[in-house]
C-alpha cells in the first residue's frame, strides 16, 4: 500500500512552475510523480528541467492566461499527455495597477478583474470538464493573504500599499474554489486553494527598504516570513489522496500573518 501522501502513478500538471514558489512545487513533484507537465512561457520550463536535472517532467510553452485558446490547449495536452490526476495552478496575470489607493481608475480596475479572473475559471473548468468522466481529479488554485485581510497600510511607507484590486482578484480566487468544490464534487473531484503569506523573492528584496523587510516579518507571529520550499508540502497534500475529504478549503500558508 503507498503511503497516504503518495503521488505515484500520478499525472499532475502545473502552471507557473518555473517561478520563485513553483520551482520548489515542481522539483518535489517530478520525485514523486509518474509524470509532471509543466506549463511556461519563453524557455523557462526547460531552463528548469535542466537546471534541476528533472527527468519525468515534460515542458509545455503555452500562455494558460489566454481565454481564447484555453480550450483547445486542454484538449490538445490532454490527448498527448492524458486527463490529469490533478493541477497545481500558479499561474496569475500580473495586472495590478500598482498605483495608490486614491490613484486606481474604473478602467485600471476592471482591466485588473479582466485578466486575473476569467482565465482561472476557464482553465479550471476545462479541466474538470475532462476529469469528471473518471470520477476522480484534485484542483488547486493559489490565492493570496490579500485575498483575505486586508495589507497594513501603515508598514508601507515608502510605496504603495499592495493594491486594492489585487486583493479582489486574490479573493475571487477563494470564491471560485468553492464554486467547483459544489459543483464538481459529486463528480468525485476537489478544488481547493493555497493562500501564501508573506514570501518575498529575495533577489528582488534588495530594492525594499531594510525597515520595511523587517516589518513584514514582524507581522508573522513566527517572526519571518515564508522560504519557497515551505509552499510545497500544503500543496502536495491537497494534490494527493491523503486529502481526499477535504474540498472548498483555502489552506492558509503564511506562518500566522492572518490571525490577528
Known sequence: MNPWYSLEGKTIWITGGAGYLGSPITEALDSLCKKTVLFELGGRAQALIQEKKLTRTVPYSADVLDVKTIESLVDQVCREHG???????LAYASASS???FEEITGESFKQTMGLA?????LFARALA?????????SIVLFSSMYGLVSPDVWMYKTEAANPIDYGVSKAGVL????YFSVQYGRKGIRCNSITPGAFPQTEHDHRRPSEFKQ?????????????????VGPTLFLLSEGASYVTGHSLVVDGGWTIW
Open 129 to 137: 470538464d475532462r476529469m469528471a468522466p473518471r470520477g476522480s481529479g
Open 83 to 89: 486527463v490529469p490526476d490533478g493541477v497545481a495552478h
Open 98 to 100: 500598482g498605483k495608490k
Open 215 to 231: 516589518a513584514l516579518a514582524a507581522k508573522s507571529p513566527l517572526g519571518r516570513v515564508g522560504v519557497s520550499h515551505e509552499i
Open 117 to 121: 479572473l476569467p482565465a482561472t475559471f
Open 175 to 178: 470564491q471560485m474554489a468553492r
